[in-house]
């Protein structure tokens, strides 16, 4: 049974630019989760998605920040506009009916 | 704020030694505390939760103990071995989402 599958693992982008991260939950996971983590930091969490749906965004940005989950494929994290404070690992996270909270193995973001 | 505080943020131990691994927090409302692992490059994986209906939880080498009156948990490591050096984290959330993680601890066992 695959883990939670983030992709791409690193992403250089330049200021401005787009930033797109997606994330493939675990197979019978209906609920994803994305958090961000800063050097030297915990886990902050930014949003929590259901098929579809948009459950609790209360730890996102409220510019450049916008997160999915359609019906097919997978979750995307959509970063507008990055500033160099985006830089990050973002972690993606999915679970069955809010149980536990299985973590891919996360995204890299390096804004130049 | 930060919801979880969690101390020390560094640990040497020596291997067959006991690492601990200290968390508090503000949230009353707060019913799940997991921890979870991470090495270099790869996500958090859990490693043992509890709920505050109990004070002590043990799972192989790792044991949880719960202050609920304190509002503080632990994470106890006994018998520390070369192979459990990594970043710990707790965390505490309302229901199983939103987790609020403390800043993590790096444990290294020198063998």
């Known amino acids: 049974n695959a883990g939670v599958m983030q992709n791409p693992r690193h992403l250089v982008r330049r200021r401005g630019q787009e930033a797109r991260l997606r994330c493939s939950p675990m197979k019978g996971h209906s609920h994803v989760y994305w958090y961000r983590q800063l050097p030297e930091e915990g886990l902050k969490f930014m949003v929590y998605?259901?098929?579809?749906?948009?459950?609790?965004e209360s730890g996102m940005p409220k510019e450049r920040f916008s997160a999915e989950f359609p019906k097919e494929g997978p979750s995307i994290l959509r970063i507008q506009q990055v500033v160099r404070g985006d830089s990050a690992a973002y972690f993606c996270a999915s679970s069955r009916d809010q149980e536990t909270q299985y973590f891919g193995p996360g995204t890299r973001l390096l804004v130049l | 704020q930060q919801q979880v505080k969690q101390s020390p943020q560094s640990l040497i131990v020596q291997k067959g030694g006991i690492s601990i691994i200290n968390c508090a927090y503000e949230?009353?409302?707060?019913?799940?505390f997991p921890w979870y692992q991470q090495f270099p490059g790869k996500g958090p994986a859990l490693l043992i939760a509890i709920r505050p209906d109990v004070s002590e939880k043990k799972e192989g080498r790792f044991t949880i103990s719960f202050n609920k009156s304190a509002k503080q948990f632990s994470l106890h490591i006994m018998d520390s071995q070369p192979g459990d050096s990594a970043t710990y984290f707790c965390a505490a959330s309302k229901g199983d989402y939103k987790l609020s993680f403390g800043a993590g601890t790096t444990v290294t066992v020198r063998a």
């Open positions: 949230n009353t409302a707060f019913d799940y």
């Open positions: 998605l259901q098929k579809e749906n948009i459950i609790d």
